[in-house]
């Protein structure tokens, strides 16, 4: 019997990038930093743990 069944859907079902793209343009532009494609192009794929790493040291 079945107890469980775990989806992977990022990457696989739907592509969060976008949104993620949209969002941090948005943040940053609220925080008064001007945020481009290309700055988000730079991490892309990153965990978050990462991605606060790059931009707040």
């Known amino acids: 019997m079945i107890e469980a069944v ?4 990022d990457g696989v079902i739907i592509d969060s990038e976008p949104m993620w793209e949209i969002a941090e343009i948005e943040i940053f532009k609220e925080l008064g ?8 192009m730079e991490m892309k794929g990153r965990k978050i ?5 790059h931009w707040y040291n």
């Open 33 to 40: 930093i001007e945020m481009t494609v290309d700055m988000c």
């Open 6 to 9: 775990i989806f992977d859907m």
């Open 49 to 53: 743990d990462e991605v606060v790493l």
